[in-house]
């Protein structure tokens, strides 16, 4: 059984595969969690990290995924809740329809089924109390129209970090990383880049290490909790 785990959501690619590969590095017992099996869970794997598969793609398939982790861990240190779909709302409704609920599944449903479901397991080292982290987004603040359901569904996101933070303590901290501009996607053209950069007062795109720089500060520190911390460069300031 693995003991003090810390689960890291969506570790296929980008932010989450570097959240874990970091996490690993500093010492902690990640397990990366992932939907597609990747080039980069390949590479979690030879650094001799444990790895997990699930689609969150409904309750059910929730509800059994945190069966699979009550058989593999006998205690978690940390959930970090990383995994994300992100487009934008489609102009068809049934089309958007189904977004809602995959982004729903995704962004609170997994959250929520996962934080209820280990929270007896969810224990602190040393008298410290351990963590949940929602790595929500910016939009949260200032959302954007063209991406109204992921920024709502993120929204939830937020809110369930800051009840959570009231019913878990004093022996779960939960807090929020709300990235801004950290890494590109193809959603983003040239022009939405230049704009973004634009309106951003640190003036570049951040790059995955700020994202952990947040989250070891979350983790190492004991009084902290029902905060969101931005990664964004100062974005969600002048964010149209
Ligand atoms: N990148 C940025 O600049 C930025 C900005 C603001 C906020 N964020 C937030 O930071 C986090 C990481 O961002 P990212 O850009 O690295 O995300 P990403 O490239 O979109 O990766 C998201 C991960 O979540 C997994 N996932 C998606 N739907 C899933 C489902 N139904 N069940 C299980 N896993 C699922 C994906 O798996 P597959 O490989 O199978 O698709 C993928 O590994 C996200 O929460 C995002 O909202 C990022």
């Known amino acids: 059984m693995l003991e003090n785990t810390v689960l890291v959501t969506g570790s296929g690619r980008r932010i989450g595969f570097h959240l874990a590969s970091r996490l690993h590095q500093e010492g902690y017992a990640v397990l990366a969690h992932y939907r597609t099996h990747t080039d980069e869970i390949q590479a979690l794997h030879n650094l001799g990290i444990e790895t997990i598969q699930a689609d969150f793609n409904n309750s059910a398939a929730i509800l059994q995924f945190v ?132 309106e951003t007062p640190l003036a570049k795109e951040g790059g995955v290490e700020p994202v952990y720089l947040a989250v070891k500060s979350v983790l190492e520190n004991p009084f902290l909790t029902g905060a969101s911390i931005p990664v964004d460069g100062g974005r969600r300031l002048s964010k149209r």
């Open 67 to 198: 069966d699979d982790l009550k058989l593999r861990c006998s205690s978690f240190r940390a959930l970090i809740h990383n995994a994300s779909s992100f487009a934008p709302t489609s102009t068809e409704l049934a089309v958007a329809a189904e977004q809602y609920e995959q982004f729903f599944n995704v962004h609170m449903m997994a959250p929520f089924l996962i934080n209820q479901g280990l929270q007896s397991l969810l224990l602190g080292i040393d008298d410290n109390p351990a963590d949940i982290i929602h790595i929500t987004d910016i939009n949260v603040e200032n959302p954007t129209p063209r991406f109204d359901i992921y920024g709502t569904t993120k929204a939830g996101l937020h809110n369930m970090m800051l009840v959570l933070a009231k019913k878990f303590a004093p022996q779960i901290k939960v807090n929020a990383i709300a990235p801004g501009p950290v890494l590109f996607t193809e959603q983003h053209s040239q022009e939405v880049q230049q704009q973004m950069l634009a």
